[in-house]
């Protein structure tokens, strides 16, 4: 049974710092590129931030690009989120993405999200 499971987030001000982590279960973690996105209240859902199978490309979104580190541990099955110098706009639930380097059709997986929340 394929799982992702978030954890990490919570309530923190700004400026503060938060890692999150995603543990994954039930497929071969290593065939997989992992993202985080995110979602706040009325707004789409934004990739924030990629790493390839192997952890040798990152990509991250212009509005975290600086502040925030993904990265993986294949041994562990794990990815994390390093977030430092939050802002209120970081505010949202965030999720953990699987896709397959070839193509998600033969695997697209989500967890069900870590709520951060960046406020005073």
């Known amino acids: 049974q394929v799982q992702l499971l978030e954890s990490g987030g919570g309530l923190v001000q700004p400026g503060g710092s938060l890692r999150l982590s995603c543990a994954a279960s039930?497929?071969?973690?290593?065939?997989?590129?992992m993202k985080w996105y995110r979602q706040a209240p009325g707004k789409e859902r934004e990739l924030v931030a990629t790493?390839?199978?192997?952890?040798?490309?990152?990509n991250y979104a212009d509005s975290v690009k600086g502040r925030f580190t993904i990265s993986r541990n294949n041994d562990k099955n794990m990815v994390y989120l390093q977030m430092n110098s939050l802002k209120p706009e970081d505010t949202a639930v965030y999720l953990c993405?699987?896709?397959?380097?070839?193509?998600?059709?033969?695997?697209?997986?989500w967890g069900q999200g870590t709520q951060v929340t960046v406020s005073s």
């Open positions: 993405n699987a896709g397959h380097w070839a193509t998600t059709a033969l695997g697209d997986y």
């Open positions: 039930g497929f071969t973690f290593s065939r997989y590129s």
């Open positions: 790493i390839t199978r192997f952890g040798g490309s990152t």
